[in-house]
Structure formats: C-alpha cells, structure tokens
C-alpha cells in the first residue's frame, strides 16, 4: 500500500488523490501555528523552495491535538503559515493524527513507521518521509530541525 491510495483535502476544502505527487519525494508533516516548535515553519519553506524544482513537494496538515496549539480553523492556520512564514507549499484541513479519528493518510505513515510512542505521533511538526513510489520510508521526531533532513531527500530524489 502507497501514499497514492488516500485522498486530502486542502485549506480550500477541495479534496484530491495523493497520485497526482506520484514520482515526486515528499515530506509530510503535522503542523501547528502557536506551538513552539512553529518556527520549522521558515526550515520546511527553505526546503521546499531549494528542493521543489527537484521533485520534492511538503504537505501541511493543521492538528490540534496537542495543547491546543491550532484552536482556529484550517484557513486560519494557512494564513498564519503564509504570513508570519512565507509558505508556499500546500496547506490542508485540520485533521486528526491520533485517536479515532485519526485520518486514513496518517494512519497508514504511523503504521508504515514507528516513533518513540510506537505507532502514536508525539507532537507537532513530526515529520513522514515518502519516496517516489509512495513508500513511507522515514519518521522524524518533532524537534528534529528541517535542515537534517537534506541528506535523506537528496538521497530519494536522486533514487
């Protein structure tokens, strides 16, 4: 089972199928605007405008399960993002990433990759590594900064 058999739904409330990044290295990542790990906002943004024009894309996923950190609606948390980050990559719905309501897409990065918590994402801004086939291929844990992550991209666009 790959990435590209879930659909999501951006911050416009339009939904689409992950096959439309087939052949692309993505990053996945649960964010929040009021947390204090917020500013990998300006780390996710240097990644994504170094790396884009290589294959990769980032994905945004408001949450707010973790002490309240993104109270306000998805439009909210994308304009945040826009304004206090400069983010350009796409920003989706607020969604569940534990409990049951956890969505269908982070159900299957958390069985794919075990963190600290087994299967349970630990805070915001963990972060999912897929490859071009839609493999899920790596987990970060929140406080890992964006910048480590370039020699594993580099590796997967070069795959």
Same mark, same amino acid.
């Given at each position: ?8 739904? *951006?911050?416009?409330?339009?939904? @689409?199928?992950?096959? &439309?990044? #087939? +052949?692309?290295?993505? /990053? ?13 906002? *300006?780390?996710?943004?240097?990644? @994504?405008?170094?790396? &884009?024009? #290589? +294959?990769?894309?980032? /994905? ?100």
């Amino acid at each position: 089972m790959s990435v590209y058999q879930f659909e999501a739904t *951006d911050s416009k409330h339009e939904t @689409y199928p992950l096959e &439309k990044y #087939r +052949g692309q290295v993505l /990053l996945i990542v649960n964010t929040a605007s009021k947390c204090g790990l917020t500013g990998q906002f *300006d780390g996710l943004e240097k990644l @994504y405008q170094e790396y &884009k024009d #290589r +294959g990769l894309m980032i /994905l945004g996923f408001p949450c707010n399960q973790f002490a309240n950190q993104e109270p306000g609606s998805a439009e909210d948390a994308e304009a945040a993002c826009r304004l206090n980050y400069g983010v350009t990559f796409p920003m989706h719905e607020k969604i569940d990433v534990n409990g049951e309501n956890t969505h269908p897409l982070f159900k299957h990065l958390k069985n794919e990759t075990k963190g600290l918590l087994g299967s349970a994402v630990k805070w915001n801004f963990t972060k999912f590594l897929v490859d071009k086939e839609g493999n899920v291929v790596q987990r970060y844990a929140p406080q890992t900064e964006p910048e480590k992550l370039k020699g594993d991209i580099e590796k997967y666009l070069e795959a």
